[in-house]
């Protein structure tokens, strides 16, 4: 088992930034890609980015590139989520999940994703 708590969320004016925070406990880190994924009011979940084992790939939605920023330090067990430039459509709850590192990373396929964190919420003021 895994344990994701993301942290961060809060309510920001458009043009702001957030930095959001995931932190695992319970298994190697190190052995999970690591994806945030967002859901918005009456929306279905979408694939935000995504980062592989150590780092050295990461991958974005259209809609968040240039403007977000994914990474992850492993000795802290944590991957983050620099959001920058927001925009009122960014208003979501954010989920970090885990993909595990035995399997083909295909980071924008959800069912990929063996552990999710409880969300954070994330709005993006006019």
């Known amino acids: 088992q895994v344990q994701l708590v993301e942290s961060g969320g809060g309510l920001v004016q458009a043009g702001g930034s957030l930095r959001l925070s995931c932190t695992a406990s319970g298994r190697t880190f190190s052995n999970y890609a690591m994806g945030w994924f967002r859901q918005a009011p009456g929306k279905e979940r979408e694939f935000v980015c995504g980062i592989s084992l150590i780092g050295s790939s990461t991958y974005y939605a259209d809609s968040v590139k240039g403007r977000f920023t994914i990474s992850r330090d492993n000795a802290k067990n944590t991957v983050y989520l620099q959001m920058n430039s927001l925009k009122p459509e960014d208003t979501a709850v954010y989920y970090c999940?885990?993909?595990?590192?035995?399997?083909?990373?295909?980071?924008?396929?959800?069912?990929?994703?063996?552990?999710w964190g409880q969300g954070t919420q994330v709005t993006v003021s006019p």
């Open positions: 999940a885990a993909s595990p590192g035995y399997s083909t990373y295909r980071p924008r396929d959800a069912q990929r994703y063996d552990y």
